[in-house]
């Protein structure tokens, strides 16, 4: 018998609302729930995908141990009694840094298990952590500490009143939205552009720039450059005077004043190659407005430029007295964390030393930055990896290097729902549930979400074969070293409800229950809370100028000749899906102009090649690449564009971030290779 079944997608930020058609534990068909207050019928291709997803033919059914050279199929006991005495051999070994954890995408997802996952690293006393959030956007927490004093404010659009809208290197029709979801993009950068203006700064003609009323196709990594200018030219003539003399000290507001003064329009025109009109255009635009709210995405947070760019927008937004007041941006302080009835010491923004093989690099958020993680295997300080919902292989930098690093490893665990390219190399593979068979409840992401709001899901289909919630696998490996990680009176016996419970304790809500049967429509959700960070802010006021991005500022240059930019593609999730080539591929593309130029027109197959490395593929030409950039979508191990990237060169010193765009290029055709009779 056919059921239909409410849930919502749990591939990005979105988290549109679904109606999953089922049959038995067969999951047939999803559409969009039309009565979702968000999302209201809306889902991209990706959740209309998740009954491909979840039967995908390499769905994880078992727990893997690796004999010799193959991985075999192992039951939970034996593989978990295997487990437990190789790391406790390494625990004796290497110390507790020796076991390390990475949390991909996939775990940010997973409520109970991204928390319980933190739990067992923090119980065995590691600090070998690694998260793809150092690969991302280590610049907004960072920033956010830096100048409001708490690494988690989360800026996002006033949607009901912001009449000017910025998107700097973000692409929402794409991506729905980098830390803040645009839930049906189209319709609400529509309504966004219906109530003023929306500018959209990013070196392709983006899905986003077309619905735009303005696009600037700055120079790839330029960014900075003109929020600079924006900044010097806006606290000459239309800054907020009674919010900068309330909310920032006259003194810092000197030294921003001072920072930015070398940005003139002459200076800026040339770093961003805009036409100075534009430039212009975009300052007038700004004092028409007064309040404007402004995002970045990955295309700055991802750049050499991440920590200004970030820096000179808050500026722009404190300056035109944006942050924190209706009609410029508010913060969420989440449903179920809510932050605005919690006090909290204000955070400096320093960072303590990286790990033993490289202590230059910046330890933030009680994680070393994934640049560390090759160096780390190989100098034997970690000699287990727990990869948990992530896939190096299609996200790190020097790919190449990482996957001899992850065969050296003593163990390699991978918990995941599908066959990767990093389960490949495993030593112990253990199948998580996917997300259409548990409940959930978005924790780590409740401030992401677009209102003050949470939602609920029940499991659509029961879990078939040994599949096991990740909480449940990393809370089994926890009682086999000896620890009981499981909050007060849970235990292995729990169920994945009672496992989500507590996160409801300290929430809006009255209770769980509430939550599960409220539903997002008649749970207390607020549309949008102003005015909590303000009177929180260190010694009431933004550090509207730290000292160390003021010194970085001085040292930023903006690459010539061509350059590498990133983007996303809409038909898969980084690497997830990415395996449906009928949909989607990794070519290289360029602009036709560009590759009349290089004398590639007539190519098929062009390499690539950066200071760190080479890839080779298809060549595809695209006008909507500007002159001047190469473009590569990421998340792909054929034509893997990690192959570029280095981790040690370009790493920024405050974040210790692989610079993943806007990275200096040169492209020629593909080297023939010799075929060699035998
Ligand atoms: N369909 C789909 N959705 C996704 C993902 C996916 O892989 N596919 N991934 C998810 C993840 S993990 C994340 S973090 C978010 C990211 O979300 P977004 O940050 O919105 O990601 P993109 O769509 O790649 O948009 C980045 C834009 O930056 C531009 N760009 C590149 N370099 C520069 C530069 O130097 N300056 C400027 N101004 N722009 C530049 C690119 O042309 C691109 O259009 O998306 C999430 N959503
Ligand atoms: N060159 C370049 N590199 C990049 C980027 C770029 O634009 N260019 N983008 C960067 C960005 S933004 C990011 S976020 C990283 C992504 O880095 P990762 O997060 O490491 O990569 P993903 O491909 O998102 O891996 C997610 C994994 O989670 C698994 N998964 C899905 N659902 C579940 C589940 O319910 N439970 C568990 N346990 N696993 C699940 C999927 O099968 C998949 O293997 O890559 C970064 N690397
Ligand atoms: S936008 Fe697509 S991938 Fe994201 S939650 Fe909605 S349906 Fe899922
Ligand atoms: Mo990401």
Redesign the pocket.
């Known amino acids: 018998m056919t059921e239909t079944k409410r849930s919502f997608c749990?591939?990005c930020i979105a988290l549109c609302g679904i109606d999953v058609e089922v049959e038995g534990d067969t999951v047939l068909r999803v559409r969009g729930a039309e009565d979702d207050p968000l999302s209201a019928g809306y889902t991209c291709s990706k959740g209309r995908a998740l009954p491909e997803?979840h039967h995908h033919p390499g769905r994880l059914d078992h727990p893997l141990v690796r004999t010799e050279a193959a991985l075999k199929q192992s039951s939970w006991d034996a593989a978990m009694s295997d487990l437990g005495t190789r790391l406790e051999e390494i625990l004796a070994a290497a110390g507790p840094d020796g076991v390390a954890l990475?949390?991909?995408?996939?775990?940010?997802?997973?409520a109970s298990?991204r928390r319980i996952a933190e739990r067992f690293i923090r119980s065995i006393g590691s600090r070998s952590k690694y998260t793809?959030?150092s690969?991302?956007?280590p610049c907004k927490p960072m920033v956010a500490e830096m100048m409001g004093g708490y690494v988690g404010l989360n800026p996002t659009i006033d949607w009901e009143a912001t009449t000017m809208t910025v998107l700097i290197g973000s692409n929402p029709v794409v991506s729905h939205g980098?830390v803040t979801p645009f839930v049906d993009p189209v319709r609400r950068i529509r309504s966004l552009a219906d109530k003023g203006e929306v500018w959209v700064i990013d070196p392709r003609e983006t899905e986003t720039a077309r619905l735009a009323t303005s696009h600037l196709a700055a120079r790839p990594g330029s960014d900075f450059a003109l929020l600079a200018h924006a900044v010097r030219e806006i606290l000459r003539d239309g800054a907020d005077r009674s919010y900068l003399a309330l909310y920032t000290e006259p003194a810092e507001l000197a030294q921003l004043e001072a920072a930015v003064e070398p940005f003139d329009l002459e200076h800026t025109a040339a770093s961003t190659r805009l036409d100075p009109d534009d430039i212009n255009n975009f300052v007038a635009a700004i004092r028409r407005h007064g309040r404007i709210a402004g995002l970045t995405g990955?295309g700055s947070t991802?750049s050499a430029a991440a920590n200004c760019t970030e820096w000179l927008l808050w500026a722009l937004l404190i300056v035109t007295g944006s942050y924190d007041q209706p009609g410029g941006m508010w913060f969420n302080p989440g449903y179920l964390r809510q932050l605005d009835t919690r006090e909290w010491t204000p955070g400096t923004g320093e960072a303590e030393p990286g790990p033993a093989s490289r202590p230059e690099l910046p330890r933030r958020l009680g994680e070393h930055p994934?640049a560390a993680l090759a160096d780390e295997i190989e100098t034997n300080n970690v000699r287990a990896l727990i990869?948990?919902?992530?896939?190096?292989l299609?996200?790190?930098?020097e790919v190449d290097r990482l996957e001899k690093a992850l065969q050296a490893l003593d163990v390699l665990v991978?918990?995941?729902?599908?066959e990767?390219p990093?389960?490949r190399l495993a030593t112990h593979v253990?199948p998580?549930?996917?997300?259409l068979?548990?409940p959930d409840m978005p924790h780590y992401i409740d401030q992401f979400h677009p209102i003050v709001a949470t939602r609920y899901t029940a499991a659509v289909v029961p879990p078939v074969a040994e599949r096991r919630s990740?909480w449940w696998i990393l809370a089994r490996l926890a009682a086999q070293l000896g620890q009981n990680i499981l909050p007060t009176g849970l235990t292995l016996e729990s169920s994945d409800d009672e496992l989500l419970a507590p996160l409801a304790s300290r929430s809006r809500a009255s209770s769980f229950e509430a939550i599960v049967e409220g539903g997002i429509d008649n749970i207390a959700a607020e549309p949008q809370v102003f005015g909590w960070v303000l009177p929180r802010l260190p010694d009431g006021r933004w550090r509207i100028a730290p000292q160390q991005l003021v010194a970085q500022l001085t040292k930023l240059e903006v690459a010539e000749g061509l350059v590498?930019v990133?983007?996303?593609q809409p038909h898969h999730?980084?690497?997830?899906l990415?395996d449906r080539q009928r949909t989607q591929r990794a070519t290289i593309e360029i602009n036709p102009a560009e590759a009349a130029r290089l004398d590639l027109a007539a190519m098929s197959q062009v390499t690539v090649h950066s200071a760190h490395g080479s890839v080779s593929g298809e060549l595809e030409l695209n006008s909507a690449i500007p002159l001047g950039s190469v473009s590569?979508?990421?998340?792909f191990t054929d034509v893997?564009?990690?192959q570029?990237?280095s981790g040690t060169r370009n790493i920024d010193p405050l974040t210790g971030m692989?610079t993943?765009?806007a990275v200096p290029v040169t492209l020629e055709p593909e080297a023939m290779s010799l075929v060699v009779d035998s």
Do not use: C, K
Request: aromatic share 8%.
């Open positions: 749990r591939f997803f990475y949390l991909g995408t996939g775990s940010a997802f997973d298990g793809s959030g690969l991302d956007t980098h990955t991802m994934a990869v948990v919902g992530g896939n190096p299609a996200a790190f930098p991978v918990i995941d729902v599908v990767t990093t389960t253990f998580s549930t996917g997300q068979e548990r990740t590498l990133s983007q996303r999730l980084n690497s997830q990415a590569i979508p990421h998340g893997n564009v990690g570029l990237m692989v993943l765009t």
